[in-house]
């Protein structure tokens, strides 16, 4: 079993929907962080967080840390959010080495 | 913001020759720089941690002696593919940690900053 796991794997939606992705971890952390991925390639981190909640813009990022596990909102979906959405953890007891899931391929349908 | 610079974006290289791969820290000090390998749909993984003047530090299974890594400076990292082979064909991603948090110290805590990532192909 993959210390971070990710769901859905693939989500298609169309465009304006309310998205959810949520990523459950099973070791302690110190931080969590949300990637973003676009078809090239390119990582842009979108959040880092280690309590509550974060937003910026339409995207809205929560971690529960008793229960281990984080969600990532998008509100008012657009076509350009399509891009693989990856969850990473920084362990507690090594901060450096960070465990990435293995990302939600998210399209947004115009 | 903090960024870091990936070179080149895409390379096409012939069986048996060697590919630098380059990540430059523009605007803070890479103290610690991490390169990651990505298989199509596969998570990231780690292949190598390099700190600054000091050799880097590998993931069981990966060949040292293939992906040289050389972090001289605390704003650039190099990654080179020895005599690369088809199966070294891949998406190759840089990431980067300024312990000091002294220009970012968003990095401080846990933060990294990635790459644009490259694309190698080997023919």
């Known amino acids: 079993k993959n210390e971070v796991e990710q769901s859905p794997q693939n989500l298609t939606a169309q465009e304006g929907e309310f998205i959810t992705i949520n990523c459950s971890y099973s070791?302690?952390?110190?931080?969590l962080h949300w990637l973003q991925q676009h078809p090239g390639g390119g990582i842009v981190s979108l959040f880092m967080l280690s309590s509550g909640k974060k937003k910026h813009g339409r995207l809205i990022a929560t971690i529960n840390i008793q229960e281990k596990h984080s969600s990532l909102h998008i509100t008012a979906s657009h076509p350009r959010d399509s891009a693989v959405y990856i969850c990473?953890?920084?362990?507690?007891?090594?901060?450096?080495?960070?465990?990435f899931g293995k990302g939600t391929r998210l399209h947004i349908l115009p | 913001g903090a960024v870091v610079s990936q070179h080149p974006s895409r390379v096409i290289c012939k069986s048996g020759t060697s590919v630098k791969i380059e990540c430059r820290s523009l605007d803070f000090q890479a103290t610690t720089m991490f390169w990651y390998r990505q298989f199509p749909k596969q998570s990231l993984m780690l292949m190598a941690t390099?700190?600054?003047?000091?050799?880097?530090?590998?993931e069981q299974g990966v060949e040292k002696d293939k992906f040289l890594i050389n972090h001289a400076s605390l704003t650039l990292s190099t990654l080179t593919v020895t005599s690369a082979h088809p199966e070294d064909s891949s998406f190759y991603i840089c990431?980067?940690?300024?312990?000091?948090?002294?220009?970012?110290?968003?990095?401080?805590?846990?933060?990294?900053?990635f790459g644009s990532g490259t694309r190698l192909t080997v023919v």
């Open positions: 390099s700190n600054e003047g000091s050799k880097a530090t590998y």
């Open positions: 990431s980067a940690r300024d312990l000091t948090g002294v220009r970012a110290p968003q990095l401080a805590n846990y933060g990294y900053t």
């Open positions: 070791v302690g952390i110190s931080a």
């Open positions: 990473a953890v920084i362990p507690m007891n090594r901060d450096d080495k960070i465990i």
